[in-house]
């Protein structure tokens, strides 16, 4: 990860060790950003609001759209 250096000992998260993970994958499918206001294209659907931000995931765009509604029968 960006910023650590590994000298001695071992980080888990999630029970994987931070040294066998491949960054970029991890960085595309396990880390958010939380935006303080609201950061909506106004021209698109709400689900394409949210599989565009799931577009460097790598996930298949099924996927990301039935993950998407998901969220959206969630929220309400």
Do not use: C
């Amino acid at each position: 990860m960006p910023g650590l250096i590994y000298a001695d000992g071992e980080i888990l998260y999630a029970g994987n060790s931070l040294k066998k993970l491949d960054r970029d994958s991890y960085r595309a499918k396990r880390i958010g950003v939380i935006f303080q206001s609201f950061n909506l294209l106004t021209n698109v659907t709400a689900v394409e609001n949210i599989v565009l931000s799931m577009n460097i995931s790598g996930s298949k765009e099924k996927d990301k759209k039935a993950f998407a509604y998901a969220l959206l029968k969630r929220s309400g």
